[in-house]
């Protein structure tokens, strides 16, 4: 349960002065703008939390010395769920690459503030928000072991606070309690959260994105893991498709800075060119700014927008084309934030397949009894009512659109047909590296991996040959 990398004791932690155990009525809920807690919400059975703790003195002289202080924490955390690290942090030490590992695999980060900040002390503040920078968007509880209403204005940044009198067993148990929702700590004598922490605004003011892209790429590489980073030129291709999309942004109302973007795309469903498919693109905040109802503003003001659009009959949370996201990546802890809005998050898995020429089958496709060519214009009107009738019955938003914006085109031959006889009974739309398809246009994530990878997309099988 416990892996400790540097085990020196910080003296000068350990020489605060320890809250009293009988302040037991500053055990609470601080704070929950990420609404995580009770954890059992949020987390399944193989979930993993880290616990990050300072290496402090024992809190009473009677404590056996080589035991750490927290140890009942994560000891009562693992009462109720049972896949919990405890990896303490030295004010040497700091949050270095060991805590990385842990963190990158933990669906919940809990980090301990053993006391108030001392001048000239390493600020256990700013180790918390080093962890919470490397958690990206999963979430992080801190627990602070002190009377906040001292010092407020330092722990204004974090989403959700749990607090507690001490570090005491005691102490420790009410905040795991509270973690869980299984213990509410009795609320007499206890302040207001709002005259202990100085709220962030719920409701940040929405503006039309700007021409200048810069500070959205920054905003984009800085929010997203490496694997999702486009080149600046690539991005804005996709971001500004005049017509069909809209951008918005949150700027921080002192420094102007552009902390939150949200993208959205209006698509046309099928050939019938009234029917739109509304997007929700793309929503990010920055780091730093996350649990203050930035990502909720955008997100509410970027459904409304595309509710008053003409012609949109659906909504979707990703895109359909361009693809910048399907929908949620499977290993984001944002799932849940958006099923807490309304999203039904347990639609079908998709992924795209990577595959080597060298390491294709040698089959021969003849002895299926279908023979696969490209296709020439004179069949191309034919393929159109294919698409267009698997769309309709399918569901399959905007794949009218990619093949429709090919004809008159020699991408035409971009499209491959699959023919039992004389029958077109399959077609596929392919894309080529630096051909000028603007299939690929739509489809950023290939080049990503290489500038020789294609790919294959938007494939319609009719007849008895679906199955």
Not at 44 to 57: A, G, H, Q, R
Not at 276 to 292: D, E, P, T
Not at 371 to 386: A, G, N, P, S
Request: charged share 20%; hydrophobic share 40%.
């Amino acid at each position: 349960m416990r892996y400790s990398p540097d085990m020196q004791i910080d003296r000068l932690v350990g020489s605060r002065s320890s809250p009293k155990p009988t302040q037991g009525a500053l055990a609470m809920l601080l704070r929950d703008q990420q609404e995580c807690i009770p954890l059992g919400r949020c987390l399944s059975e193989d979930d993993v939390i880290v616990l990050l703790t300072p290496v402090v003195v024992p809190y009473s002289r009677n404590a056996e010395n080589d035991r750490d202080p927290f140890e009942p924490l994560g000891r009562a955390i693992a009462a109720r769920h049972s896949m919990v690290r405890h990896v303490p942090c030295t004010k040497r030490g700091g949050i270095n690459n060991i805590h990385f590992e842990f963190i990158k695999r933990a669906k919940t980060t809990v980090f301990v503030i053993s006391g108030p900040p001392l001048d000239g002390d390493v600020s256990q503040v700013e180790l918390a928000e080093t962890a919470r920078s490397m958690a990206e968007e999963r979430p992080q509880i801190l627990v602070a072991c002190y009377n906040v209403k001292a010092n407020p204005d330092v722990l204004e940044n974090f989403a959700t606070i749990v607090q507690v009198g001490g570090f005491a067993p005691s102490d420790l148990e009410s905040a795991a309690s509270i973690m869980f929702g299984d213990q509410r700590p009795p609320p007499v004598n206890a302040v207001p959260v709002q005259n202990l922490i100085i709220s962030a605004a719920r409701h940040w003011p929405v503006e039309v994105c700007g021409q200048d892209m810069t500070p959205i790429h920054k905003l984009w590489t800085e929010c997203l893991p490496p694997k999702y980073h486009l080149p600046q030129f690539a991005l804005v291709l996709l971001l500004k498709r005049d017509g069909y999309t809209m951008n918005y942004v949150v700027r921080d109302p002192e420094t102007r800075e552009i902390v939150g973007f949200c993208a959205t795309y209006t698509t046309f469903t099928d050939s019938d060119q009234e029917s739109l498919l509304g997007s929700l693109a793309i929503l990010i905040v920055k780091s730093s700014y996350r649990g203050r109802g930035i990502g909720l503003s955008l997100h509410d003001n970027a459904l409304k927008m595309l509710q008053r659009t003409r012609g949109v009959r659906r909504l979707q949370l990703g895109t359909a084309f361009p693809r910048l996201l399907y929908g949620v990546p499977s290993d984001f802890f944002a799932k849940e934030w958006f099923a807490r809005r309304g999203w039904q998050m347990h639609g079908q898995e998709v992924s795209d397949w990577l595959l080597r020429f060298d390491d294709m089958p040698a089959t021969s496709l003849s002895s299926a009894g279908l023979t696969f060519r490209r296709c020439d214009f004179m069949e191309f009107h034919q393929v159109l009512k294919i698409v267009d009738r698997d769309a309709i019955r399918k569901g399959n938003m905007g794949w009218y659109d990619q093949y429709a914006r090919l004809d008159g085109t020699p991408n035409i031959e971009d499209v491959v047909i699959g023919l039992e006889g004389e029958t077109i009974v399959a077609v596929a739309l392919t894309y080529i590296p630096n051909t000028g398809s603007p299939t690929e246009d739509d489809l950023p994530w290939a080049k990503t991996i290489g500038a020789d990878v294609g790919g294959v997309t938007c494939i319609c099988i009719t007849g008895s040959w679906q199955h």
